[in-house]
């Protein structure tokens, strides 16, 4: 199976330079726990998660309308994926980085879909498919990816300052 059979299509995004009270309402109003960054051509420059909401601004002692999204996740590397990449290549890469999410890009390394931890077990079932044209992925594959990124991992510091 492809990334292109699971993948979420309507993506809401937002520009670096936005506030964090700003990318709050975008989750809330699309019902998603995380809003890829992208520059004035829809390439991906970062994803800021409901978590780093929360955490920049206890860490930051600031309002969100204060904060912008670059402020919070310039210092991590981001992973992406292709359409047409396997399943199994995006849970390995998700499982190597520790990721429950993955902008998906085209050909010009423009955002056009969203691969999440959820939308690959929305597709996970039997091994067997029921009947012709039944698509699922591994459960042995989902679970062991959901072990792993699901885990509790060694403590990690809070940044002086972020």
Not at 18 to 43: K, R, T
Not at 84 to 108: A, F, G, T
């Amino acid at each position: 199976m492809k990334v292109n059979e699971v993948m979420v299509t309507e993506v809401a995004s937002c520009s670096p330079q936005m506030s964090l009270q700003d990318v709050a309402m975008m989750m809330w109003n699309n019902d998603c726990g995380a809003i890829p960054l992208v520059d004035d051509m829809e390439h991906p420059l970062g994803i800021i998660t409901d978590r780093d909401i929360a955490m920049g601004a206890a860490l930051q002692h600031r309002p969100l309308w204060d904060i912008r999204a670059e402020d919070i996740c310039s210092h991590r590397e981001l992973y992406c994926c292709s359409p047409d990449d396997s399943i199994k290549k995006v849970l390995q890469l998700m499982e190597k980085h520790e990721v429950r999410r993955l902008p998906v890009v085209n050909q010009y390394n423009q955002l056009c879909g969203m691969v999440s931890m959820g939308d690959i077990v929305s597709f996970t079932g039997t091994e067997t498919p029921k009947k012709a044209g039944d698509k699922k992925i591994s459960s042995t594959e989902t679970m062991d990816f959901l072990r792993h990124v699901s885990a509790h991992h060694p403590s990690h510091k809070a940044p002086a300052a972020l």
